[in-house]
């Protein structure tokens, strides 16, 4: 065995969370080394819808370009529907029972509007397979020979001081790794039992068999929609997606994608689950496509489980993405959380290993996360569960073929009673925008604890249909979006402002938060962090050097303080604190409140005999 190699941080698992996480801490200079047991990435389409958080999080840290490139284009991807079948000639075959807009995309409606008035980005679609390997270039570019495919971390030893990795490399050998931490984004499969994690919540719910396929179906394909759920008398259930839900797949986006992946679910005591022969026949009956070509490209089983770690943290060693949380598919929340989580806990490692905060800091990881892996995973359950409301709406009864075929035709007869059976279904399906347009839930979570300083004002009211986002700055939620324009006519987001790699926290003033800026520039002086500023404008009549201007006259409306206030934004773009008014002494209450968030201490630092430039070397 060779010696020791010692790194700071160590990531297990190289998929979505892990690679993500690699990029973070390398835009934020921390040194690391990833680990993944398998020789490449991942060969299942799995996760594929990226929400708007996600998209900001990519575009933040300069990883969104070549996701968009190969990802859905919106108007591709706005639309959800319930069909009969996608071909077929009998009476019921082909018939769209209705609709649900998805993802801001769905041309016209309020949640158009929504969507690109509260986010500079909007959402994508990219499988796994394809988004992986994009993310595990865009690591490797940052962090060249440090992103090690085909290594199994075998044993993790913590002595309160360092963890201790026994890494298996792929030529059999053992390696030893000496780290400071460990993250573990390895989806649990050895990290929990390792740790003694217990994750709470049922289990075993339904077995999900899916189908990745190869065919052409330009000429059934509705060119706006990106998932279509199936209905019919035959079927009998969608409870389980017992009819199936087909999801094109790219790489050509709408109706002239080349794969599909359809996803049945069946109880778990059901042994035909496993009847890999049966599933292509399966799909060609359900698709009404009898002599449909088509490819199978792989078929995958996975439980649907809503479990969550009863802790995030055990010593040295964090939990990160599904090792952490796992609940169902609906409303994406799996891979949209867990890169949410890379995010949340690169800024706070950087902290302590490049800026000389406390390492109580690490402990907010778990205060601001667990809460919301809870949140996420109940309302994954709950979105998933809703489909009973569609199915009563439907009507159809297992096992009643005679009553299911009248009740069809009687959907489909041109009479008012068929206008109404219709109009009611389509009511009942409007209801799964829980699922498809959770617009607050992605964007309106919020840090009730942890590394926030409450300025005792009332949360904005929470929509419990989690559709509408209010934009607010109060201390814990994300930094609302408006455009803003500097003095060359560059139009930017106020998420554009804090510059990763540049800044570590960024104060935002107006016009009359002069003594603000002095403070920011002061605070940079005496301490390690770098502290940047502006002031947007919020007096129409007010002009002078360095202002920005408020492109839309949205910030206005959103900032929520007064004139010489300032909001302090984190490094991931949360608020991390903010005051109505100027005061008597901004740079003395700057300093307060790094104290408070991450015990420096300007004051102190000052008197650092090592200050070179006025910036503190640890």
Request: hydrophobic share 35%.
């Amino acid at each position: 065995m060779d010696q020791i190699i010692n790194v700071p941080i160590i990531i297990i698992g190289g998929g979505g969370c892990g690679l993500t996480l690699s990029s973070f801490l390398s835009d934020w200079k921390v040194q690391h080394v990833l680990f993944e047991k398998h020789s490449g990435t991942s060969l299942l389409p799995k996760a594929h819808y990226l929400n708007q958080r996600t998209m900001e999080t990519f575009r933040h840290h300069g990883l969104d370009k070549p996701v968009l490139a190969v990802g859905a284009p919106i108007h591709n991807m706005g639309r959800v529907q319930w069909k009969t079948s996608l071909g077929g000639d009998g009476a019921f075959d082909g018939r769209v029972l209705g609709h649900c807009g998805a993802f801001g995309g769905d041309f016209g409606t309020k949640q158009w509007e929504d969507y690109r008035r509260d986010s500079p980005s909007l959402s994508s679609n990219v499988p796994l397979l394809r988004l992986e390997p994009i993310l595990r270039q865009l690591a490797e570019d940052r962090n060249p020979g440090h992103i090690l495919f085909g290594h199994t971390v075998a044993d993790l030893e913590d002595d309160s001081q360092k963890v201790i990795a026994t890494v298996q490399k792929p030529d059999g050998k053992t390696q030893k790794y000496q780290a400071q931490y460990v993250v573990c984004a390895d989806g649990g499969k050895f990290s929990t039992p390792k740790l003694g994690i217990n994750m709470e919540g049922p289990t075993g719910l339904v077995d999900f068999v899916s189908t990745h396929f190869k065919a052409d179906l330009s000429e059934y394909w509705d060119d706006r929609t990106l998932i279509t759920h199936f209905i019919n008398p035959e079927g009998e259930k969608m409870v389980n997606f017992d009819c199936g839900a087909l999801v094109q797949m790219g790489p050509t986006w709408g109706r002239k994608s080349e794969e599909w992946t359809l996803h049945f679910g069946f109880p778990v005591t059901d042994s035909s689950r496993f009847d890999k022969e049966a599933l292509p026949p399966r799909i060609r009956q359900l698709l009404k496509l009898p002599d449909l070509e088509m490819e199978v490209l792989n078929i995958s089983h996975w439980v649907l489980d809503r479990v969550l770690a009863d802790k995030y943290k055990v010593g040295r060693v964090f939990i990160a993405g599904d090792a952490a949380h796992r609940r169902p598919p609906t409303t994406g929340l799996g891979l949209n959380t867990s890169i949410e989580d890379a995010r949340n806990i690169a800024w706070k490692l950087a902290a302590v290993l490049n800026r000389g905060a406390d390492v109580s800091l690490l402990e907010t990881y778990e205060t601001e996360r667990r809460p919301i892996g809870l949140r996420n995973c109940d309302w994954g359950l709950f979105t998933f569960s809703n489909m009973a409301v569609l199915q009563a709406a439907v009507g159809l009864v297992p096992g009643a073929v005679e009553y299911n075929n009248e009740r069809f035709r009687r959907i489909f007869e041109d009479s008012f009673y068929g206008q109404t059976a219709r109009n009611q279904i389509q009511r009942a399906i409007s209801t799964q925008d829980i699922e498809f347009t959770a617009h607050d839930l992605e964007l309106g979570f919020v840090y009730e604890k942890g590394a926030v300083l409450f300025d005792g004002s009332k949360p904005p009211p929470v929509d419990p249909a989690g559709q509408t986002y209010i934009s607010t700055t109060r201390p814990g939620h994300r930094l609302p979006h408006s455009w803003i324009e500097d003095k060359k006519g560059d139009v930017v987001s106020t998420q554009d402002l804090l510059v990763v790699g540049k800044h570590d926290f960024f104060l935002i003033t107006d016009e009359d938060g002069d003594a603000w800026i002095s403070a920011a520039t002061s605070i940079s002086k005496l301490t390690s962090l770098s502290v940047g500023a502006a002031k947007i404008r919020a007096q129409a009549h007010s002009k002078g050097d360095g202002l920005y201007y408020d492109y839309q006259d949205q910030w206005s409306k959103v900032r929520e303080i007064g004139n010489g206030g300032a909001i302090l934004v984190r490094p991931d773009n949360f608020v991390a604190w903010r005051r109505d008014r100027s005061c008597d002494d901004p740079e003395l209450e700057l300093a307060s409140v790094f104290a408070q968030l991450m015990n420096i201490n300007p004051r102190v630092a000052n008197s650092n005999e090592n200050c070179s430039n006025g910036v503190v070397h640890q």
